[in-house]
C-alpha cells in the first residue's frame, strides 16, 4: 500500500511538545567553572601574599647569615633541627640593612633563613656572639609543624578541585536516580534506564487494553509479543526474530504506551531510557552507557529495551560533517549499532525505538537487522478519540448527560495525550467548583483550556480549516475515482499526520511502465486538491505546496527525461551525474522545456476544475461525509460515486491469464549514449 501525504502544511512544522515529558533542566556547569577559577587564583595569589603580608623573608647563604649576627642585626634566632635551618628575626633598626625596604614592606617581624651544617657549629657561633656582645637575644628550637601547613597549602587546592568534581557527579548521579554520594562519580558510565519488572518498584501491568485506538499498530506489535513469548515457533522454522522495531509517530500518541502495553503482555522486563539520556558532556559516556543498557538486559532477557526519541542519537551522521559534527553523539550511535549487531537474533531482547522524525534518522539504523520494522502511530481519528475518552474517562465521576460523541467531535487534531490531559484538567474544574460528578461544561472548558495552551504546539485546527482541508482531500478523492487511470483509492482521512493535514491513501498498481495517460491521470487527481479548494472555498492555500512540488517534478520528469512532450518529442536530457553544473540542452530548450511544463499542468489543472464541477453533487456529499467522520473509505466513495466502471489491471491479470507485456521497462541511458 501506497501512501501520499496531502495538504502540507507549509507554515507551521513544528510539532514538538513539552507537555508530556518531564525532563529536569540541565545544569549550567558556567558558575562550577567561575568558582574553581576564582578560588584557584586566589590561592595563586594569596599564596605568595600571605607570607609577605605577616612577615618578609629571604634565603641567605650561612655566611652572610654570621655577618648579619656579628653587625648585631638579629633580633632572635630559631633554629629549625628537622630542617637544618635556623631563621634570624631582624631588629627593626636593622631592616633597611636588610631588605633594602621599610617595615612597611616587611612587616614587624621579617626573618631571614639559613641551613646551618652542624647544630653544634651553630651554637658554638651563637655562644661566641652572645660573650661578644653582637647578639642579646635568644636562641630558641622549634619543630617543623610548619610543614603540616606546607603541605596542607599544596594539597588543598587539589582538595578543592575533587571537592568540586564530586560535587557535580553528586549532581549528575542524582538527576538519574543513581545513588549519589561517591557512587556518583563511578556512575556516569552506568545507563539510566529506568526498568519495570515484576515485583519491581515500579511495576504497573499496562496491557493493549489501556491502549485506546491504534488498531494497525496494535496489530504489529502484536507480534513482538509473540516472539518473545513463545519464540521457539518462529526460530523452529527458521525464522530470524527481529531485532527492533521503530515506533513513529507524533508526541502523545500512545509510542511509549505500546511499547510498555507488549512488555506488559509478554510478562517481560522493560528496560526505558530516553535518546538524550545518552548524551552528556563527557566523552565515552554515551557510548558505555549503551554498553551498559544491553549488558544489563541481556543479563535480564527476555526483555524489552524501549529507547524514546532515538533521533537524539540516532540523526544521520556526517551530514553536518562540514559544522564539525558531534563527535560523542556520532560514537554513541556506533555503540548502539554495534551492539544491536552484536547480540543474536535469539538472545529475547528486542529493542523499540520511538521518535517524530523518521526520515533524519541514520540510514544504517533502519537497516535490515536493526530497526526494520517501522510501525506508524499517528493521531487519532474521530473513532479513536472516542476510545481514547472512554480510557481516561474511566477513573473519573462523570455526569450522565456528558455525550462522549461531542467530546471526540470537539478535539480534533489532540493526541492521546491531549485527551488524558482534558480529562484530568475537567476533573480538576470540577472541583475547583465544588461539583459532584464532571460535567458537560466542564470537558468542553478544559478543551478550550488546552486548545488556547496548544494553539501554536499542535495541530489543533479550526472549524474552517476542517472544512477546507475536508474540501481538499475530497478533490483528490472525486477525481480519482472518476478518471480511468488514476490509482484506485483505499481512504481519505483529514486527521493530521506527521507534517501532513490530510492524506489520500491509494494502492498503486503494479506495473513495470506508466503511459502517459496513467501519469497525466495522476496528475490531474493530485492537483484535483487545489482545484477543489479554488473552486468551492474561493480561495487557494498553502495546503497544496506538497502537491504542487509533486506535480512539477512529475511534468519535469515527462517532459525533459521520457519525451512525453509534443514540443519536445523523443528527447531525454537525463543526466546521470549527480553535481554536473552543464546543461545537456541550450539555454532555448531549458525554455521551451519550461512552457510546456506549465501548459502540461495548467491544462491538468483545468481539467479537474472540470470534472468537479460535473461531479460537483458528489465531491460536496464527500467533503461533508469526511468532516463528519474524519476517516472514509473505499465503500464510502462507492456508495457515492457508483462503481469505478474501470477494472483496474492487477484485477485483470488476475482473471484473464495473460501475460503481462513485454515491452523493455525504461532503462537508464547507458554508458555508451552518454559518452
Ligand atoms: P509518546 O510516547 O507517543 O509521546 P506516551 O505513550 O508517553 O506518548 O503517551 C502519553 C500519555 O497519553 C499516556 O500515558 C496515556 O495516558 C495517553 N495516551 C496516549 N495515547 C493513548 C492511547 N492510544 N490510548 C490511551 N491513552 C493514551
Ligand atoms: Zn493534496
Redesign the pocket.
Same mark, same amino acid.
Do not use: F
Given at each position: 500500500m501506497e501512501e501520499q501525504d496531502h495538504l502540507k502544511n507549509a507554515t507551521s512544522q513544528n510539532t514538538s511538545r513539552n507537555g508530556?515529558n518531564n525532563k529536569k533542566p540541565r545544569m549550567s556547569f558556567t558558575w562550577v567553572y567561575i568558582v574553581i577559577a576564582l578560588a584557584l587564583g586566589y590561592l595563586f595569589f594569596a599564596g605568595d601574599d600571605l607570607q609577605k603580608s605577616g612577615t618578609a623573608s629571604k634565603n641567605i647563604t650561612y655566611t652572610q647569615f654570621q655577618e648579619y649576627v656579628e653587625n648585631g642585626y638579629a633580633n632572635k634566632i630559631v633554629a629549625n633541627k628537622d630542617e637544618g635551618t635556623a631563621r634570624m628575626y631582624v631588629k627593626p633598626e636593622h631592616i633597611r640593612d636588610v631588605f633594602k625596604s621599610g617595615v612597611e614592606q616587611t612587616g614587624k617581624q621579617p626573618y631571614v633563613q639559613t641551613e646551618y651544617g652542624s647544630p653544634d657549629k651553630l651554637e658554638e657561633f651563637i655562644t661566641q656572639q652572645k660573650e661578644l656582645g653582637n647578639f642579646t637575644g635568644e636562641l630558641s628550637y622549634r619543630r617543623s609543624n610548619d610543614t603540616l601547613m606546607q603541605l596542607f597549602w599544596n594539597v588543598f587546592p587539589l582538595l578543592l578541585i575533587i571537592f568540586v568534581w564530586m560535587f557535580i557527579m553528586r549532581r549528575m548521579g542524582n538527576s538519574g536516580g543513581g545513588f549519589g554520594g561517591m557512587g556518583g562519580i563511578f556512575n556516569v558510565g552506568r545507563s539510566r534506564a529506568q526498568l519495570v519488572e515484576k515485583g519491581g518498584e515500579n511495576e504497573s501491568k499496562v496491557t493493549f487494553k489501556?491502549?485506546?485506538?491504534?488498531a494497525s499498530a496494535k496489530q504489529e506489535v502484536q507480534e513482538i509479543v509473540e516472539f518473545l513469548k513463545n519464540p521457539k515457533k518462529f526460530t523452529d522454522l527458521g525464522g530470524k526474530i527481529p531485532k527492533g522495531a521503530l515506533l513513529v509517530?507524533p508526541?502523545?500518541?500512545?509510542?511509549?504506551?505500546?511499547a510498555k502495553a507488549v512488555a506488559g503482555e509478554a510478562d517481560v522486563p522493560f528496560f526505558s531510557m530516553s535518546g538524550s539520556d545518552f548524551v552528556e558532556m563527557f566523552v565515552g559516556v554515551g557510548a558505555s552507557r549503551v554498553r551498559d543498557l544491553f549488558r544489563q538486559a541481556k543479563e535480564k532477557a527476555p526483555c524489552i529495551i524501549f529507547i524514546?526519541e532515538i533521533d537524539a542519537v540516532g540523526r544521520a551522521r556526517a551530514n553536518n560533517a562540514m559544522m564539525g559534527g558531534n563527535d560523542e553523539r556520532e560514537s554513541t550511535l556506533n555503540q548502539l549499532l554495534t551492539e544491536m549487531d552484536g547480540f543474536g537474533t535469539n538472545s529475547g531482547v528486542i529493542i523499540m525505538a &520511538?521518535t517524530n522524525r523518521a526520515d533524519i534518522l541514520d540510514k544504517a539504523l533502519l537497516r535490515a537487522g536493526r530497526f526494520d520494522r517501522q510501525i506508524h502511530?499517528d493521531l487519532?481519528d474521530l473513532n479513536?478519540r472516542k476510545?481514547?475518552f472512554k480510557?481516561?474517562l474511566k477513573p473519573i465521576k462523570v455526569d450522565k448527560s456528558l455525550d462522549i460523541d461531542l467530546l471526540a467531535r470537539q478535539t480534533p487534531g489532540f493526541?492521546?495525550?491531549d485527551? &488524558?490531559n482534558v480529562c484530568n484538567e475537567a476533573a480538576l474544574i470540577a472541583a475547583r467548583h465544588g461539583k459532584q460528578a464532571v460535567t458537560k461544561e466542564d470537558f468542553i472548558a478544559a478543551v478550550d483550556r488546552i486548545v488556547g495552551g496548544l494553539e501554536k504546539k499542535t495541530k489543533v485546527m479550526t472549524e474552517e480549516e476542517k472544512r477546507t482541508i475536508a474540501l481538499h482531500e475530497a478533490g483528490h478523492a472525486t477525481i480519482s475515482w472518476n478518471l480511468q487511470y488514476a490509482n484506485p483509492l483505499i481512504k481519505v482521512t483529514i486527521v493530521p499526520r506527521g507534517r501532513a493535514l490530510g492524506a489520500a491513501w491509494y494502492l498503486p498498481e503494479e506495473r513495470q511502465i506508466t503511459t502517459r495517460e496513467q501519469m497525466l491521470d495522476e496528475m490531474c487527481a493530485t492537483l484535483g486538491g487545489r482545484a477543489a479548494e479554488e473552486l468551492f472555498t474561493g480561495h487557494i492555500s498553502s495546503g497544496a505546496m506538497n502537491d504542487l512540488e509533486r506535480v512539477t517534478k512529475q511534468a519535469y520528469g515527462m517532459i525533459a527525461y521520457m519525451g512525453m512532450s509534443d514540443a519536445l518529442p523523443n528527447l531525454c536530457y537525463y543526466n546521470q551525474q549527480e553535481y554536473s553544473w552543464q546543461r545537456p540542452y541550450s539555454e532555448a530548450t531549458a525554455q521551451l522545456i519550461d512552457q510546456e511544463v506549465k501548459r502540461m499542468i495548467n491544462e491538468q489543472y483545468e481539467r479537474a476544475k472540470q470534472l468537479l464541477l460535473e461531479k460537483q453533487k458528489g465531491h460536496a456529499a464527500l467533503a461533508n461525509l469526511l468532516v463528519e467522520r474524519e476517516v472514509i473509505y473505499a465503500e464510502d466513495v462507492e456508495k457515492i460515486f457508483g462503481k469505478r466502471p474501470w477494472v483496474s489491471r492487477t484485477e485483470e491479470l488476475l482473471t484473464s491469464q495473460e501475460e503481462p507485456a513485454t515491452e523493455q521497462p525504461e532503462t537508464e541511458p547507458s554508458e555508451e549514449q552518454k559518452a
Open positions: 508530556g489501556d491502549v485506546a485506538g491504534q509517530g508526541p502523545g500518541t500512545g509510542k511509549t504506551l505500546l524514546d &520511538a502511530v487519532p479513536e476510545a481514547v480510557v481516561h493526541s492521546g495525550a485527551i &488524558a
